[in-house]
């Protein structure tokens, strides 16, 4: 039986990359790669946030049964101000939770939008790290920041490794393995 299909597919990897390296098949990549279509990530065209926002906002209402609601110009700064490391899939996901979080008004407001888009320098690297002209020593540097983070999410939730471990969206296992890395878990054992 004949057949004549086209296959698009998505990647966020150099495929030429693990080709060389063995790790993909040649034959594939010269199959896949008849017309590749390069996409920047959405922090490097933030000028389509507000028409991909309004056109997400239209799709979930309509799929929800909802009149279409509106943006503020607040939640729309924020948006736009934001890094988006999980790209279009996460904008769609926040614009999601803002319509869940807003069901009783007409619009969306910055309150409605992700804790993780409202407040982004909580999970972001501290800027106050100085680099010295000799250069630093970057495990010790991440050990030090993993170890603040850990101690200050265990204050927070008196010592329930539970509970911290959610807080940096870690499993419990994770957590627990770098506690003990770390040397911090005698002092919240």
């Given at each position: 039986?004949?057949?004549?299909?086209?296959?698009?597919?998505?990647?966020?990897?150099?495929?030429?990359?693990?080709?060389?390296?063995?790790?993909?098949?040649?034959?594939?990549?010269?199959?896949?790669?008849?017309?590749?279509?390069?996409?920047?990530?959405?922090?490097?065209?933030?000028?389509?946030?507000?028409?991909?926002?309004?056109?997400?906002?239209?799709?979930?209402?309509?799929?929800?049964?909802?009149?279409?609601?509106?943006?503020?110009?607040?939640?729309?700064?924020?948006?736009?101000?934001?890094?988006?490391p999980g790209n279009v899939r996460?904008?769609?996901?926040?614009?999601?939770?803002?319509?869940?979080?807003?069901?009783?008004?007409?619009?969306?407001?910055?309150?409605?939008?992700?804790?993780?888009?409202?407040?982004?320098?909580?999970?972001?690297?501290?800027?106050?790290?100085?680099?010295?002209?000799?250069g630093l020593d970057f495990s010790?540097?991440?050990?030090?920041?993993?170890?603040?983070?850990?101690?200050?999410?265990?204050?927070?939730?008196?010592?329930?490794?539970?509970?911290?471990?959610?807080?940096?969206?870690?499993?419990?296992?994770?957590?627990?393995?770098?506690?003990?890395?770390?040397?911090?878990?005698?002092?919240?054992?």
């Amino acid at each position: 039986m004949k057949v004549d299909i086209r296959v698009m597919a998505a990647t966020n990897v150099d495929l030429r990359k693990l080709v060389a390296e063995g790790r993909f098949r040649e034959d594939l990549y010269y199959r896949l790669n008849v017309i590749p279509i390069t996409l920047p990530p959405l922090r490097a065209r933030r000028g389509d946030i507000p028409l991909l926002a309004q056109r997400m906002i239209e799709k979930a209402c309509g799929e929800n049964g909802l009149a279409p609601k509106a943006l503020t110009q607040d939640a729309l700064r924020m948006l736009m101000a934001y890094d988006w490391p999980g790209n279009v899939r996460q904008l769609e996901n926040a614009i999601e939770h803002a319509i869940a979080m807003s069901l009783l008004t007409g619009e969306i407001t910055a309150e409605a939008l992700p804790e993780e888009i409202r407040q982004p320098g909580a999970s972001a690297v501290p800027q106050s790290i100085s680099i010295p002209d000799d250069g630093l020593d970057f495990s010790t540097v991440i050990s030090q920041i993993e170890r603040d983070l850990i101690r200050r999410c265990l204050e927070k939730t008196s010592g329930n490794k539970r509970q911290a471990a959610r807080l940096l969206n870690l499993s419990r296992t994770t957590f627990l393995d770098k506690m003990q890395r770390l040397q911090i878990a005698e002092a919240f054992a």
